[in-house]
């Protein structure tokens, strides 16, 4: 059973960088597209972009600029890292597993494990 | 700037029916979208339900349908049960590994 696990400080000040990190286990890191989500308290779900597991890349553009993501396959991990942090960027953040492709006769694209989530606060 | 929207809210009485939609600020929602719904009870990370507009994901209960009316996705339930009461958010897939979610509906089952 593949499970995500994401891990990183929860407390930042403003102006600091956010790093997460995702463990996947139960299962490789390679063929799938792996994504951050986030959700502001009391607010709905923000996509922030993804990573293939051979280091491509897309994001939100509204973060663009701010936001990286890095794929580390020996590790079967892959991290998060968002600069310059403001309270708007206080949310819990999930890691998720993006199928991307053919599935038999249909084409897919949608997350389908997602990591429980972590929150990260920004405050002074 | 797209838009992808979806009803603040909706109630249904238990067994009842509720069709929760997904639209677009400018255009119509297809199949090429690929839309895909998750089911986020509070405190939870979110479930995967539909994806590729109608097919359910593994272990999810026939009561739950995904499908296509007039321009927008559709997420119906049918028989709801007392926890099915959650928010509900669709995400389309806009293309060039792209995706965009909706605002979420947040069902109530009363």
């Known amino acids: 059973q593949v499970q995500l696990q994401e891990s990183g400080p929860g407390l930042l000040k403003p102006s600091e960088t956010l790093s997460l990190t995702c463990v996947v286990s139960?299962?490789?890191?390679?063929?799938?597209?792996w994504t951050w989500i986030r959700q502001a308290p009391g607010k709905g779900l923000q996509w922030l972009g993804y990573?293939?597991?051979?280091?491509?890349?897309d994001y939100d553009p509204s973060l663009k600029g701010r936001i990286s993501m890095s794929v580390d396959t020996s590790k079967n991990q892959f991290s998060l890292r968002l600069t310059s942090v403001t309270a708007a960027d206080t949310a819990i953040y999930y890691c998720?597993?993006?199928?991307?492709?053919?599935?038999?006769?249909?084409?897919?694209?949608?997350?389908?494990?997602w990591g429980q989530g972590t929150l990260v606060t920004v405050s002074s | 700037q797209t838009v992808v929207t979806q009803e603040p809210s909706f109630s249904v009485s238990p067994g009842g029916t509720v069709t929760l939609t997904c639209g677009l600020t400018s255009g119509s929602v297809s199949t090429r979208y690929y839309t895909s719904w998750y089911q986020q009870t509070p405190g939870q990370a979110p479930r995967t339900l539909i994806y590729s507009t109608n097919s359910r994901s593994s272990g999810v209960p026939d009561r739950f349908s995904g499908s296509i009316l007039g321009n927008k996705a559709a997420l119906t339930i049918t028989g709801a049960q007392a926890d099915d009461e959650s928010d509900y958010y669709c995400?389309?897939?806009?293309?060039?590994?792209?995706?965009?979610f909706g605002g979420g509906t947040k069902v109530t089952v009363l």
């Open positions: 990573i293939y597991f051979i280091g491509t890349t």
């Open positions: 139960g299962g490789t890191i390679s063929t799938y597209y």
């Open positions: 995400v389309l897939y806009m293309g060039s590994g792209v995706w965009v």
């Open positions: 998720a597993r993006g199928r991307v492709g053919r599935d038999g006769n249909t084409l897919v694209y949608y997350f389908d494990h």
